[in-house]
């Protein structure tokens, strides 16, 4: 199965070390295949999620939300998602 789109999205963890408090910014990536989404952590097939938005929060970033069968997901962005959303949706016809 080939990937149609990915998207990268962004996750901030907190370490404290030696009373150093640091955040670490990680970018993964979201894809879409014909009949799933992948991210690190979830499958999501397309039969499962119901729709996509994006909602913009500041000017640095915004929110790609995954609205599913198992409730909405969000995932932190940098950069607006309509490519990989159009995608889906043209997937959905």
């Not at 490519?83 to 889906?88: G, R, S, V």
Request: glycine share 2%.
């Amino acid at each position: 199965m080939r990937i149609i789109a990915s998207h990268p999205f962004f996750t901030v963890s907190r370490k404290i070390d030696w009373n150093q408090q640091q955040y670490i910014e990680q970018e993964l990536f979201l894809h879409l295949f014909e009949d799933h989404i992948l991210s690190p952590s979830e499958k999501f097939l397309i039969d499962e999620v119901w729709d996509m938005s994006y909602r913009n929060s500041s000017c640095e970033f915004g929110f790609l939300y995954l609205h599913t069968n198992r409730g909405v997901f969000s995932f932190q962005v940098k950069s607006e998602p309509s490519h990989f959303i159009n995608l889906y949706r043209d997937l959905k016809k």
